[in-house]
């Protein structure tokens, strides 16, 4: 019985094109060599009258940021009955919202840091809060638009406020929080292991450290204690149920060992398409679960529906 046809949607207009093609890519080439029918398409403006021509079986979406994974293509996926790999249109454009992923994680019984939304002009001139604080775009990937304000750092970040800023009007000031970078991938209903993240030459996980082949250092499974791991598995599993995730997702933690081998861990956010590079995360982590990139993506293709 021949396999599926599958059209895997890539590139985009958003600031992660770039990302998205490099993912698009890699899919679509594991799938092919799966077995499946493969149609690559560039998404652009007319991407709903393509695959209304098209009448693929599968749309496997990998696209990122804006329009391909804030809810704007899930809805037009559905509209055309296509079944899709990922999240559907409410988890995608809730998790996309860094302050209302918070609110229903907050409410879920998951710890997260405290922060405020605010206008970009309104943090030129005095600090939000008290620095150490982290600085970000409300909808925004791939840490684009992340700042740092360090301890001790006597005016707040200029670039917010500035002409080039490009992440949009609002954004979210959060408490810093010290300590190591943890993520843990879900496939289904089963949270997979738990990978640390080390930044080589950066101060943060940040843009380069995620896909520019050794920007960072991934610890896979991560060196942490037992109850610390199997913590984080559980509460990457509920954020990824109290959002209403399907498929696949990721689950960005900070754990501050500083003081006690059981110390704080704080959830960050959840990323509803996690990129699927060569130096991506969560392949890496399904890898030592036992399943292969190519085992990983045709379960996302198999599990793909409409009414997600």
């Not at 600031?15 to 679509?28: I, T």
Request: charged share 20%; proline share 6%; with cysteine.
């Amino acid at each position: 019985m021949s396999k599926k046809h599958v059209a895997v949607l890539l590139g985009g207009f958003s600031s992660e094109r770039p990302v998205s093609l490099s993912s698009g890519k890699a899919c679509a080439d594991a799938l092919e060599a799966e077995g499946y029918r493969v149609t690559r398409v560039d998404v652009d403006r007319d991407v709903s009258s393509v695959l209304a021509e098209m009448k693929p079986d599968v749309a496997f979406n990998a696209l990122h940021g804006p329009y391909g994974e804030d809810g704007t293509i899930q809805g037009i996926l559905e509209y055309l009955g296509i079944p899709y790999t990922h999240s559907g249109v409410l988890a995608s454009a809730l998790a996309m919202n860094k302050e209302l992923a918070k609110k229903v994680a907050k409410a879920a019984g998951i710890p997260v840091a405290e922060s405020r939304v605010m206008n970009r002009f309104d943090i030129q001139n005095v600090h939000p809060m008290k620095p150490p604080y982290v600085v970000k775009p409300v909808n925004e990937g791939s840490s684009f638009g992340v700042v740092i304000v360090k301890e001790g750092q006597t005016a707040p970040p200029q670039i917010v406020s500035s002409p080039d800023w490009q992440y949009g009007e609002r954004v979210m000031v959060e408490r810093y929080i010290y300590g190591r970078e943890l993520t843990c991938a879900v496939m289904g209903d089963v949270a997979l292991g738990v990978c640390e993240i080390v930044p080589t030459g950066h101060a943060f996980y940040d843009y380069d450290s995620k896909y520019v082949p050794g920007g960072s250092k991934h610890v896979v499974p991560a060196k942490i204690s037992l109850n610390i791991y199997q913590k984080i598995q559980t509460l990457a599993l509920k954020a990824h149920q109290a959002i209403g995730c399907r498929g696949v997702s990721r689950s960005d933690f900070r754990y501050d060992d500083r003081h006690s081998e059981n110390g704080e861990v704080v959830w960050l956010e959840i990323n509803t398409q996690p990129g699927m590079t060569p130096t991506s995360l969560v392949p890496e982590i399904a890898a030592e679960a036992g399943h292969s990139f190519g085992e990983l993506l045709s379960w996302m293709v198999e599990d793909a529906s409409c009414s997600r």
